[in-house]
């Protein structure tokens, strides 16, 4: 079992609750949380340490990746930005991982299909059929819907607007549509690192496979 998790995205909603996950887990023993200078905001933990990393043109020392966990929450929510972080920074960063890693689990979205007119939903289907190419260990993609998140820092009227509507909506969303039910982003996180720990197999995880742990 790997004791070292390499988390990217720590400053983001799942990401922080990915990071608080990952510290109060005995399993591992080392944490690298990579980023900009912002992760330096994060509270130090003797578990972690932080390293600057430039996505623009990531460089790592290969022996951190080594047999490590890579939880994957890299997102932004400029759309100016969005392929060339969601994709872009994601897929560099996997390259530097392949024939490394033990497994690799991402953040994605509910959805998400390469093939679709919606550009978001079209960008994070690519990124997951680009990742499977690679070597990565075990491949795991988190597909949450909507996240229920109403305290987040930076939630926009309409972002407010939209967890409501979820909040009111998922009791009733069932059967095929019962993948669109909003989550916490605790619960997303939750199910990330346990599904690391037991080395579960399965690729793709929706609600009820993200609720049931």
């Known amino acids: ?42 509270p130090n933990y003797q578990e972690i340490e932080k390293i600057i990393i430039d996505f623009e043109n990531p460089i790592v020392n ?11 929450a890299i997102g932004t929510g400029e759309r100016q930005d969005f392929e060339k972080v969601d994709y872009g920074y994601a897929y560099d960063f996997a390259k530097l991982c392949a024939g490394k890693v033990k497994s690799f689990n991402l953040v994605s979205a509910m959805g998400a299909n390469s093939k679709i007119g919606y550009k978001y939903l079209q960008v ?7 990742l499977l190419k690679l070597n990565l260990g075990t491949h795991r993609y988190y597909r949450p819907s909507m996240l229920i998140a109403p305290k987040r ?6 972002g407010a607007i939209w967890i409501k509507i979820f909040q009111v909506i998922s009791p009733v969303l069932v059967g095929p549509m019962a993948g669109w039910k909003g989550i916490r982003p605790e619960q997303v996180a939750r199910a990330m690192v346990q599904n690391a720990l037991n080395e ?14």
């Open 1 to 42: 079992m790997s004791n070292t998790a390499i988390l990217l995205g720590a400053t983001g909603e799942v990401g922080g609750h990915l990071l608080q996950e990952l510290v109060t887990n005995p399993h591992y023993r080392k944490i690298y949380v990579l980023g900009r200078a912002s992760i330096h905001k994060l």
């Open 62 to 72: 290969p022996a951190i990746l080594e047999e490590s966990d890579v939880f994957c």
């Open 124 to 130: 994070k289907g690519r990124l997951e059929e680009d």
């Open 153 to 158: 820092e930076g939630l926009t009227l309409d």
């Open 200 to 213: 579960n197999p399965q690729t793709i995880y929706r609600h009820k496979d993200m609720t049931a742990v």
